[in-house]
């Protein structure tokens, strides 16, 4: 006979799942800052805080007004989906900051993305533990923004030497998942043989090599999106934030590759000059191409037109799941500068 009681079962609500809060309740006075949203006039003392710390969300992009600016731009493209929350002391300075980010287009988990950063001088007083409760507050209000039956996740990036933040994440409920590793080679003049070699072994097997152009950005974003799926759960960008990942995109040395017609492949980089830094933030080909050094060439092209650029050094992330190098990139010269770990919480 039915268990009576089995009509009645059902899952439970997307509502149910977040339990988001009505209002969220900002820092305490007692941590001895004033607390308010952080807008676009705020960028110079936002500058001055990030050159404070080892520990900048940039990674190892210099805080200037132009880096700042594109991370500002970034984090605000998709209307209603971000916040950014910012502490400032009794003489007016800036001393924390907490952003929120959700994605408002995903394929297979509906995220939220979080980020602090608290003046060293100010660490140890509790703020980072606040700015996280409000964080997780203020995630989940967004995230009710977007009813869905995916999944749902809050996830933080931190760099692997910040051991607080990491035990903050930790005690929080946190779980890493995935790694981004920054690896830099120095350009030099033997990479003119290197990229040249690299594009004769893409030319033999049909490949064609092309500059980036803007006419192409529509088909750009839906191959980023189906590569960004395979890389431990990243989900798709909207296209106002995809525009806003382009607008720092260097044409003279982000490329196209090109193969019987169709895009296959792809890098984005854009020029550091402060630190002498060409930036591939965005790379990628067909997972149909992949481990037959394709990828790697692709890459390798890009090594001596730097160096004619007179650019001492060219970094790139790598995203994996045990913080690993392939050996193609170190055989090269590539090696680690930063490491960052890709924590995850499920709600």
Not at 43 to 52: C, E, N, R, T, Y
Not at 94 to 102: E, F, K, N, S
Not at 177 to 190: G, K, L, M, P
Request: with cysteine.
């Amino acid at each position: 006979m039915p268990d009576p009681t089995s009509s009645q079962l059902r899952s439970r609500s997307f509502a149910e799942r977040l339990d988001a809060p009505a209002h969220v309740r900002l820092p305490g006075s007692h941590l001895g800052l004033t607390w308010r949203a952080l807008t676009r006039e705020d960028l110079p003392a936002f500058i001055d805080l990030m050159a404070s710390t080892a520990d900048s969300p940039l990674g190892f992009v210099p805080a200037i007004e132009r880096t700042i600016t594109y991370w500002y731009d970034e984090l605000t493209a998709q209307p209603h989906c971000s916040d950014i929350l910012s502490g400032w002391d009794g003489q007016g300075k800036l001393q924390a900051m907490a952003c929120v980010r959700v994605n408002d287009k995903p394929l297979s988990e509906l995220q939220a993305e979080v980020t602090a950063v608290v003046r060293p001088d100010w660490v140890g007083r509790g703020i980072g533990r606040a700015l996280l409760e409000w964080q997780d507050d203020r995630a989940r209000q967004l995230l009710a923004m977007h009813p869905s039956d995916l999944p749902v996740s809050i996830r933080a990036l931190v760099p692997e030497r910040n051991g607080s933040r990491r035990r903050l994440l930790a005690a929080g409920g946190f779980t890493p998942i995935s790694y981004i590793t920054d690896v830099t080679t120095r350009t030099s003049c033997e990479h003119h043989e290197v990229s040249k070699q690299a594009r004769e072994r893409l030319a033999a097997q049909g490949f064609t090599i092309q500059p980036y152009t803007a006419d192409v950005d529509m088909e750009l974003r839906r191959l980023h999106n189906r590569l960004i799926l395979a890389l431990e759960r990243y989900q798709p960008l909207s296209s106002a934030a995809w525009q806003a990942k382009l607008s720092r995109a260097d044409h003279d040395f982000s490329f196209l590759l090109i193969k019987d017609q169709q895009l296959v492949g792809y890098t984005l980089a854009e020029q550091i000059p402060e630190i002498s830094a060409l930036r591939i933030y965005y790379y990628g080909i067909e997972r149909a191409l992949r481990r037959q050094g394709i990828g790697t060439d692709l890459m390798l092209s890009v090594l001596g037109p730097a160096y004619d650029a007179q650019i001492s050094t060219v970094a790139a992330p790598v995203v994996s799941r045990q913080g690993k190098v392939p050996e193609s990139l170190v055989d090269h010269g590539f090696a680690p500068e930063l490491r960052e770990i890709v924590y995850s919480i499920d709600i």
